[in-house]
């Protein structure tokens, strides 16, 4: 039999969440595995869009990033009604976001993390024994990570209930990079994201061009007929000219995953924390996930630095009242499918009427539902 190796953490799940906490506690000393089931670099499915504040909390050097990285800065939206024309505003000279491809960014985030990296490795067996965690018979550890993603084998070991019960956000996107002729007959612009909310507001479609690489899906809460719905989108850009067929028909990546007023999930356990997708923690508004991983992961640093090495329930809960903090009341379980996310239907009338003016879309579609430049970031 193998001798088991210890660390003073083992985080499961390389995504933003795993990278940026295994950053913070090996910075401050800590022995750090991070384990993923994918080999780096993975494509991810996601539109790849993060604000300023990520850049910050991170503190992303972006001259050093876009070395060899696709990073498309974005200063303007165009946001409409599906079936409607859009709007446009121009937010200015200083980019509001960025494009960037997951693919990437997840790399160089786990890459300059300075932890022990065991990708391609999944999260097989977990036993708890003598107040610490065995970790696939080979690690064992007093603190465990759940930082993997919506189905992270973590959330579900400390009682998160997968699946069913679980009022989620069904996604579809594709990434392609467009060919030369292809890139330089599109209409869409890398600096202007479009947004297409559909008519219930029960979640939109986007078209993010990043360089040459053109980012295209849909969002809505709850799976259903989410396939319908890309199609009917999918075929409205076609015959508006912003997109070519054999773009539109590209394969397409689903996913699904929790906003924030609808998780139930336990935050923490004995010895043992639950950040970014895996504790369900996306804003309600745009279903925009990056931010709250990061800063989850933050404030798990901290929390786990005041534990001073003891991470029973009770030391561990600072992290759960920070987070209540920052993103307001957890659901409880019988609460979380009833919680309205994005807005409810009482103003879904006058929204579609607002949704024409320059003041809404950019005032409170992009600037406060988006961008979420009314929060700081943690870290200036
Ligand atoms: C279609 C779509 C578009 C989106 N667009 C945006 C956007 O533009 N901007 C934005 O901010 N958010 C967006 N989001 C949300 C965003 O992608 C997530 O919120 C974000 O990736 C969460 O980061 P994370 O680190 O918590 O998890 P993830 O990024 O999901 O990383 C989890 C990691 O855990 C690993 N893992 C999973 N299971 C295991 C296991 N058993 N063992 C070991 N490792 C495991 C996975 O391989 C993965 O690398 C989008 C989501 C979808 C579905």
Redesign the pocket.
Known sequence: MSALERRDAVI?????????LARALAAAGATVAV????A?P?D????????PA?VANLGLDLEDYRRGRVLQPIHGFRVARMGEAPVYNDHGATPVSY?IR?REF?HYLLQRSGAELRTA????SLERAGGEWLVNGTLRTPLLVG????????ARALGADLGRAESV?????FEVRLSAGEAARSPVRGDTPQLYFSPDLAGYA?V?RKGDWL?V???RRGPRQLGEHFDRFLAHMVREGVLEQNVAGARR?????LLYPHAARPLHADGALL?????G???PE?????????E??LLAAEAIRACGGNYARQRLAGYAAAIEARYGARATRAGAVAQPGLPGLARQYAASLLMRTHWFTQQIVTRRWFLHEHVAPLRA
């Open positions: 499961v799940g390389g995504g933003p969440a795993g990278s940026t384990l993923d089931k994918r780096f993975r991810k499915t996601c539109a790849g869009w993060i604000t990520v494009g997951r997840d490795t999944a999260l097989g930082a993997g993603g919506h189905f992270c084998p973590v956000v069904g996604a579809q996107e986007w993010v980012n899906g849909i969002g990546n689903g996913h699904a995953y950040i970014g997708d895996a504790a923690l996306a804003y745009s279903g925009e996930g990056i931010r709250p991983a990061v989850s992961a």
